[in-house]
Structure formats: C-alpha cells, structure tokens
C-alpha cells in the first residue's frame, strides 16, 4: 500500500476562525446554488488575474471576513469604480452577500470563500491591491486564544506584500484590547505608516452597522486603524 504524501508544515497555519456554518436559510442556499458560479472565485492554488475576474482594469479592495456582508454590499454600491474581493468562510454570510448583489444590482463584488490566509499566499499577486477591510475579526477575548487572532505580525507581513504603494489597511474592532494589539502590530511594520496620530475617525465609506449601533448606545468603543503603504 503506497503511503499517502506527508503535508507540507510551511503551509500549515494557526486558523482564524472556527467553522460553525449555523442555520443556511433556503433563501441563502438558493442564492448559493444560482449565484455563486456567476458572482464567486473559486480558491485555487494559482494566482488570480484580478482584472480578468471583474472583466475590467479597476482598484481592487480585498474584504477579509464580511460576516453578512451588508457593509460589503452598501460600500460596493457606493464606490461602482472599484472592485470588491470578499471573503468569508460561512455559508450564511456568503448566502446573505449573494441575495444583496442581486437584489441591488451589484455587479462589482467577487467572493471567495476560504480561508484568506491561503487566499492571499497562493492567489493575490503582489502590489495588486488598492485596499484592505478588516471589519471587526473574531477577538478571540480569552486569552489563551489570542495566538488565533488574524491581526498578527506575520500576516501583517504577507499582507503588506499585496498592497500597491500608498494602498491601505483599514481595521475597525470593538474590542479595546484587540485594537491596542493592532495598533501595535501595524505600528511595528516597517513598510506601513499611520495615517493618525493612533486612532483614525471612521471613514464615512464604512457604514455603522446595527451591532455597532446597539454597542455605541450603551456605552461601547468602536476603534478604527488606517494604516497606508509607504511610497
């Protein structure tokens, strides 16, 4: 019997996420089935010619983690001269973020849904990207998770790489103690400076969410980060 081949440690990473695809509405499945192949890229280990997946030559904005995707949808909608690359792990969201295209006639979103860590190290192509959305990660609050957070220094690092001079990284999180964990992390790499002194006022392209809207009623700090890529 031959020996199945032995996986490669160096592609191996720490997950970000957990994969709790929760309760697919027919609705979202539905829209999966009919508009995924029309509206997604699927992940492969091969870089992604960007222009001939909108069909046009277009800054392009990465979106790691949508979630539902409706900040996804209005941002897009708001900005028809950019391309959006979303991406997201749970079918829900992704299902949800389908319905929204098709229901507002979206036509420059793609998502991709795996892993963005991969995503980025097999398919973006250095300084090909305008920008990077990071909307509220998974905090990961107690402490013996933090080493799952995605704002670490080594992907800061590869993240870096695909951006254009003068792109930018642009991270919101409700979580002080994360936002103080980016602030640092963003800080310390050498190719990003800071477009504010530390904090940055939120961009009036990031919509504030019905989440975000409850936290700030009763007291909760939202922090933004918006970090360029030195020229």
């Known amino acids: 019997m031959s020996e199945l081949p032995k996986s490669d440690p160096s592609k191996r990473h720490i997950r970000s996420f957990v994969l709790r695809q929760g309760r697919v509405s027919p609705a979202q499945q539905r829209a999966c089935d009919e508009l995924l192949p029309r509206f997604g890229i699927q992940y492969s280990p091969h870089p992604l010619n960007l222009a001939s997946a909108f069909g046009r030559d277009a800054p392009k904005i990465l979106e790691i983690g949508f979630g539902m995707g409706d900040s996804t949808a209005a941002i897009a909608l708001a900005d028809p001269d950019s391309d959006y690359?979303?991406?997201e792990v749970h079918t829900p969201g992704v299902g949800n973020l389908l319905k929204l295209i098709d229901a507002q006639h979206?036509?420059?979103?793609?998502?991709?849904?795996?892993?963005?860590?991969?995503?980025?190290?097999?398919?973006i192509g250095n300084a090909t990207l305008n920008g990077v959305h990071i909307f509220f990660p998974d905090p990961w609050h107690k402490a013996r998770?933090?080493?799952?957070?995605?704002?670490?220094?080594?992907?800061?690092?590869?993240l870096v790489q695909k951006l254009k001079p003068g792109g930018y990284i642009h991270v919101a999180t409700d979580w002080q103690d994360y936002a103080e964990q980016v602030l640092a992390v963003l800080s310390a790499e050498p190719l990003l400076e800071n477009t504010a002194a530390d904090y940055a006022p939120r961009p009036a392209y990031r919509p504030l969410t019905k989440f975000e809207l409850r936290g700030i009623r009763l007291g909760h700090g939202v922090w933004d980060l918006l970090f360029c890529r030195k020229i």
């Open 106 to 123: 979206i036509p420059n979103i793609r998502i991709i849904q795996h892993d963005a860590v991969e995503v980025l190290r097999d398919m």
């Open 85 to 87: 690359i979303a991406l």
């Open 145 to 158: 998770h933090n080493k799952r957070r995605l704002i670490q220094a080594s992907f800061i690092a590869q």
